[in-house]
């Protein structure tokens, strides 16, 4: 089955309530998705990063617009576009941006039966 990076993007800020809320409503949303066979990873960013340019040997310290992403299972794009639309951070200003995976290196066995 293919697999569809979700990569989020977080609009506004949340306050100490909200971010509980989303937390939960996240937390319950890639369980069940889980539970069923469609996200397979789930993946929360750091604020900090450092993006290192192609024509330069020095890493610049750059705030990232990116959260975090989840790697899903969906028979084709539609269907995964169905699963962002149905994914709980949207209520809370988050957009999500849907790139099909084509993986050309599988990660070890070791890796993904953690």
């Not at 569809?4 to 100490?16: D, E, K």
């Not at 576009?81 to 990660?107: M, S, Y």
Request: charged content about 25%; hydrophobic content about 45%.
């Amino acid at each position: 089955m293919p697999v569809f990076a979700f990569l989020y993007r977080p609009t506004r800020s949340l306050n100490a309530d909200e971010l509980t809320d989303r937390t939960q409503r996240i937390r319950e949303w890639v369980l069940a998705r889980r539970e069923a066979g469609q996200v397979l990873a789930v993946s929360v960013f750091d604020k900090a990063s450092s993006l290192l340019r192609h024509d330069q040997d020095e890493a610049e310290d750059e705030a990232s617009s990116l959260a975090g992403c989840t790697l899903v299972n969906a028979a084709d794009l539609p269907e995964a576009l169905a699963l962002a639309q149905a994914f709980p951070g949207r209520h809370f200003g988050t957009d999500i941006e849907v790139r099909p995976v084509i993986t050309f290196l599988p990660p070890p066995a070791a890796v993904t039966a953690q």
